[in-house]
């Protein structure tokens, strides 16, 4: 077997940060140097988000959130790896991604031949420490376990050279050059980087103005609003730059490879990543809804040495699902039937289009569908969004199993069109999203790259839902994603089923959410308040039952001990949607009643 391949794949990397695709004035020379060798992809979405749901659409070639969260690979699914190996193909895993060790995540390793784990990234659980690190002042308003295991784990690594993401390319490049003469084998180096914690080496941090020790510990937003001041604001975006110049560095070592081993004539390269990031932009940190470009819009370079046309690039709308298959196709290996993803070979050689419309969203989010020119953002019919249902045979999320009380709620359910002949088990799903709450968006970016007008515009919307209603259709989506959506399941889309008019107001009062946030300061507290953790406000009998009257069922999802740990303040707009400050007051006066506490 005469070819091979090789995947280099980041963790939210936003492509408006490589100098290829925006002049951004990040340092990133090796992805210039790639760009010249390969073919860059301009219109690249997601499909399924976030981390797991991405790499199970890399493994299956199909989406996954219309039926699942977070999980493990199942029973019934195909694994590009697998059948790789199956086909006499070597297969080869190295890896820093610390999630594929957790429950809900554990199956995807071991698809693969062999594979290398380094470990020390973020919250991984790695270092075992009794005494508490030292705390310094920081952008997270309350320390999790996460934060405090990060802090000990980084104690134990000296340098670039002992940095996970150096390690990773370390093993992932002994591969290479152990295999550099043999034939029939692909590797994934794949690197946690440049996800947060923005953790980058000393000679990287030192080229964007330098991280004063004061600073130091501004490299990790949560996922919210952007409360701080300008100044570090900008050193957070400092120390992200840093580190994807550090992404940079390691992907010149696989050129390196590439060239000192003459592998550009036979050896297939991708390079991509499962999402991006938002550093400010719609005034927020992190990834969530909605999935604006920053998160959705992802860079993507390929090198086929069948098809050429290195150093050029292609509009055509691509997405994750079809990176599996244009694996498969390299290496001879036909797709199954089940794989909605095409293989890019025509693409890369001619920019053939594989698609018209592309399918991205999370599980229980708005659903959204692009043409490449406008993106919907279809939301929930109401702000209840259900009905909503996981199916699955692998009953893990993040970190941990279901939750017994929604276990006790499972339904055994007939197979799905993809599971094959296997029933699932039918369970509810977790109403942590709100996405009623921010509106349907519509967004012309040709007009408005940045997505910062949505549109009312009953004949494009007319258009994009039902290409909505079609792409859910062929990904057998669930009745109940039809209803939860207030769309059709047969049939076309009518004028009774659109929304951007009547959720318009709703649309641009959550872009004014941030516009003035209050500091937890300003709020009253007791025994707990608004800085309290959600657990230790469960914890507490008497703010438990205000809590619940004023929420429900605390909605902490796949991330459970993560979420537990996430104080009130940072919680409230997924608990309250966009609109939260109100509401979070009210619950804090509450709160300070009875816990004897007040203004």
């Not at 390319?169 to 994934?188: H, K, P, R, Y």
């Not at 969530?288 to 819009?297: C, D, Q, R, S, V």
């Not at 708005?366 to 279809?378: A, E, K, L, Q």
């Not at 009518?494 to 709020?523: I, T, W």
């Amino acid at each position: 077997m005469s070819v091979r391949a090789i995947v280099v794949m980041y963790d939210s990397l936003n492509r408006e940060y490589l100098t290829p695709y925006a002049p951004c004035g990040i340092e990133t020379p090796n992805f210039e140097r790639l760009a010249a060798r390969s073919v860059r992809f301009n219109t690249c979405y997601v499909g399924s988000m976030p981390c797991m749901p991405a790499r199970r659409e890399l493994h299956t070639g199909r989406y996954n959130f219309l039926h699942r969260g977070w999980g493990p690979l199942e029973p019934f699914d195909d694994s590009v790896p697998r059948m790789l190996g199956q086909a006499g193909v070597t297969t080869h895993l190295a890896t820093d991604h610390m999630h594929y060790w957790e429950d809900g995540g554990a199956t995807y390793h071991t698809r693969y031949g062999t594979s290398s784990l380094i470990r020390g990234q973020q919250g991984d659980p790695w270092k075992g420490r009794v005494a508490d690190p030292e705390v310094g002042e920081e952008l997270r308003i309350h320390r999790n376990g996460t934060w405090r295991q990060d802090q000990i784990n980084r104690e134990y690594i000296n340098g670039l050279a002992e940095y996970p993401q150096t390690l990773t390319f370390d093993a992932g490049l002994e591969f290479i050059s152990d295999n550099a003469s043999e034939q029939g084998w692909s590797v994934q180096i794949e690197t946690f980087d440049p996800h947060e914690p923005f953790d980058a080496a000393e000679e990287f941090r030192s080229r964007y103005g330098g991280r004063s020790p004061e600073m130091a510990h501004y490299d990790w937003p949560e996922y919210q609003a952007v409360l701080e001041d300008d100044d570090l604001a900008e050193q957070v975006r400092g120390h992200y730059s840093a580190l994807v110049s550090q992404c940079d560095a390691s992907l010149g070592r696989v050129l390196d490879a590439m060239d000192a081993h003459n592998l550009w004539e036979d050896t297939m390269l991708i390079v991509c990543t499962d999402h991006g990031f938002l550093l400010g932009e719609h005034d927020r940190w992190g990834k969530g809804m909605p999935w604006f470009e920053e998160t959705a819009h992802t860079p993507l370079f390929v090198w086929d040495p069948v098809a050429g046309a290195a150093g050029t690039s292609t509009d055509a709308l691509v997405q994750t699902i079809d990176i599996g298959p244009t694996l498969l196709d390299h290496f001879g290996v036909d797709p199954t039937p089940r794989m909605q993803g095409r293989s890019l070979r025509e693409t890369v050689r001619s920019s053939a289009p594989v698609r018209e419309f592309g399918l991205f969203g999370s599980f229980g989010g708005h659903v959204n569908v692009t043409d490449g020119r406008y993106v919907y953002m279809r939301a929930s019919a109401d702000h209840s969004n259900e009905p909503l249902f996981e199916h699955t045979l692998m009953p893990t999320r993040m970190r941990g199993y279901f939750a017994g009380e929604t276990l006790a709620e499972a339904e055994l359910a007939d197979p799905l069109p993809f599971t094959q002949g296997m029933p699932v088990l039918r369970t509810p799903g977790t109403k942590g999203h709100t996405p009623g709450a921010y509106g349907t968006l519509l967004f012309d970016l040709e007009s408005d790259p940045a997505q910062q007008h949505p549109l009312i515009d009953d004949e494009i919307e007319t258009r994009m839902a039902q290409a909505l209603v079609e792409a859910m259709a062929a990904n057998d989506a669930p009745s109940s994603q039809f209803q939860r959506l207030g769309l059709p399941e047969h049939g076309q889309v009518g004028a009774e089923h659109l929304l951007c008019r009547s959720q318009h107001a709703q649309a641009l009062a959550a872009q004014r959410a941030y516009d003035a946030v209050p500091s937890p300061e300003s709020f009253p507290s007791g025994r707990v308040g608004v800085t309290s953790t959600l657990r230790e406000i469960l914890d507490d009998p008497d703010a438990a039952v205000v809590l619940r009257r004023h929420i429900g069922d605390v909605p902490i999802g796949p991330f459970a001990p993560v979420a537990e740990a996430t104080t009130l303040y940072r919680a409230a707009p997924v608990l309250f949607g966009p609109l939260p400050w109100e509401k979070l007051g009210a619950l804090a006066d509450e709160l300070a009643q009875v816990s004897g506490g007040g203004r």
